[in-house]
């Protein structure tokens, strides 16, 4: 964990705790032990609501998190924007690929693209965000 400054994420909640649980746990206390800030925007499925009901928000200062509009294309490929670093991992079944690009101009551009987005979002607050349908078995 190099990042120095908030940490700007797009995840798929589902597929970081079905393919690297234990590697998140770790790096999420890590985050947190050195103070690091993050801002989450994650798909809106029942399954990321139940997952950050469930799971302490912690210190509201180091941990925000919105949710992308329930119509948006699920997707099984997460960002990471942090200093001058943009990271991109795929976890599927099939692959589970990452790949770092340490470039300040990347990383700007991602930056910019990333608070667009959060600031076109409401905040997430644990039992307050309407209820999705669960996906029938």
Do not use: C
């Not at 908030?6 to 589902?14: I, L, P, Q």
């Amino acid at each position: 964990l190099s990042a120095k400054n908030t940490v700007e994420t797009f995840m798929d909640v589902e597929a970081i705790e079905k393919y690297a649980e234990k590697v998140n746990e770790e790096y999420v206390q890590k985050r947190l032990t050195l103070k690091i800030p993050k801002k989450i925007i994650a798909l809106n499925t029942p399954f990321t609501q139940t997952f950050f009901e469930k799971t302490p928000l912690g210190n509201q200062e180091l941990i925000k998190v919105r949710l992308l509009p329930p119509n948006i294309q699920p997707f099984k490929t997460g960002v990471q924007i942090y200093d001058y670093t943009v990271s991109f991992t795929t976890l599927t079944e099939k692959k589970m690929i990452g790949v770092i690009i340490e470039d300040e101009n990347i990383a700007q551009l991602q930056h910019s693209l990333f608070e667009y987005i959060w600031n076109t979002l409401p905040n997430f607050t644990p039992g307050a965000t309407p209820k999705l349908p669960s996906a029938s078995p």
